[in-house]
């Protein structure tokens, strides 16, 4: 493969048959989306939110972008913001690993910390001050732009119909931290075929299922709000994972499979298991492994 530009790799990622050994003969399959040139699922939207701003002309050679993020956006924006020289800034509560933020200054981008008791809302409103400060700023805004659940539209769910080659899809099983991801491929899922499953997964902690919002190790996924795009999905579930179970299935999967994956990944399969021991005979659960764990040494992703 000959390439002039390392974002010529984003998207087209491998969809595995984990080949798991379920009693009903259910099938599970995962998007390996650690397979981007940054690392993760993010290089989508990085590269479609810049690209989105630079046609609608509200980016333009002087702008600098700046974004609330808890990482790994960052780092697929500044991927993107630099193919076309923008200054960028990414709004971190410090929690996040130290790997992400490594990588999203060793891109060019420049980061402000927020404190980890304010959440993701925190850094959401340190954005917005600081857009109002910095001239020709510009937010992508994740949380709330249509660009960013249109980018699974247009790309990661036709890849999974491709990837399938016509085999039924029974469930859709995604985490949500903005909730793009989980609203774009549902959208063009049920699209495609009105019977398939939406699974909506979180971590304990997270206010889906109603419960009070706490912290959690699961990072990526996890919401403080119930995201805007949930509003023209079908949810038929919401799962609930604890930190305990996500990191059960990162390290199994590690020693079983040979696979790297991160805790937002950990908790997909742990709710695409649960799952499949409740659904029919022969079913198929499709779902989307986000990162690697190669970005959470740092935190001690292997050590019980
Ligand atoms: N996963 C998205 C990001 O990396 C949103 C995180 S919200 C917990 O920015």
Redesign the pocket.
Known sequence: MFIKSITELIGQTPLIDLQLDIPNHSRIFAKLEMFNPGGSI?DRLGQFLINDGIARHVITAETVIIEP??????IGLALAAQQHHLRTILVVPEKFSYEKQQLMQALGAEIVNTPSSAG?KGAIAKAKALAAEIEHSYVPM?FANPANPETYYQTLAPELIQDLNGEKITAFVAGA??GGTFSGVAKYLNAYDATIQNIVVEPEGSILNGGPAHGHRTE???VEFVPPFFEDVRIDRTMTISDEDAFHQVRDVAARLGLFIGSSSGAALAASLKLAKTLPENSHIVTIFPDSSERYMSDKIYEK
């Open positions: 993010k993020t808890a990482g790994n956006t960052g993701i994740q931290g903005s990526g996924i996890g």
